[in-house]
């Protein structure tokens, strides 16, 4: 359940820092967004959205092009997790979304301290009141000669997620030594973060 608790953390978190925009949910007989084909719109068929979005999975164009432009992109999974959002009732919308670098920082510490990482090296970003949607990004050195760090996200080494209990999953590029989700989620995860949740502060982070 942990793995799956990560990906709705973070689709939800996704949601939050993304617009939602309109869209017509019904065509006919099929349901848009309905991917897996049970009746329903919900978090389970925007986890393939964004599989299809990472090209992971075969995109179905008919059910997952949300905005109908003919292709089945993040903005399409976006659509999707806005639907499913509804749909299943989620908690109080969190209030805040913040962002920090302050070591002080109790999300950073928690990263720095536990996988000895310079808090130099750690961006959160977390949510006010805490529902469990915390994440730290993670980056290299500007150069193997600098000993400042680049936060850029071609840098982007990796994305711890933080829950209540203070559980910490990891999700990385290629998948390889994440902790807490699949292979395929965990590029999905660390995708997502680059591509949504960055851009979101582009004060903070750079190439995003
Ligand atoms: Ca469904
Ligand atoms: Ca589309």
């Known amino acids: 359940m942990k793995k799956l608790k990560m990906t709705i953390s973070l689709v939800l978190s996704c ?3 993304s617009s939602l925009f309109v869209f017509n949910a019904y065509a006919e007989d099929v349901i848009k967004g309905d991917i897996n084909g049970d ?36 903005e399409d999974a976006r659509a999707v997790l806005a639907i499913s959002v509804d749909l299943v009732e989620l908690p109080e919308k969190t209030g805040e979304n913040l962002i920090s670098d302050d070591p002080e920082n109790e999300f950073i510490k928690l990263i720095s301290e536990t996988y000895k990482i310079d808090s130099k090296a750690l961006v959160a970003i977390y949510a006010v009141p805490d529902l469990g949607n915390n994440f730290v990004l993670e980056f290299g050195k500007k150069s193997a ?42 590029i999905l995860i660390f995708n997502l973060v680059k591509t949504v949740m960055m851009p979101e ?8």
Do not use: W
């Not at 919900?42 to 092009?65: F, G, N, Y």
């Not at 600098?146 to 999953?169: F, G, H, M, P, T």
């Not at 502060?201 to 995003?208: G, H, L």
């Open 39 to 74: 009746g329903e719109v919900k978090v389970a068929d925007a986890r393939i959205v964004l599989s299809m979005a990472a090209h992971i999975t075969e995109p179905d164009v008919q059910k997952a092009d949300m905005n109908s432009d003919g292709i089945v992109s993040l």
């Open 201 to 208: 502060f582009p004060d903070y982070f750079t190439d995003v």
């Open 15 to 17: 949601v939050l820092f």
């Open 145 to 186: 000669f600098s000993s400042e760090y680049s936060r850029s996200a071609k840098d982007l080494k990796k994305v711890y997620q933080i829950d209540l209990e203070r559980n910490i999953n990891i999700a990385t590029s290629t998948g390889i030594g994440c902790v807490g989700c699949s292979m395929g989620e965990s």
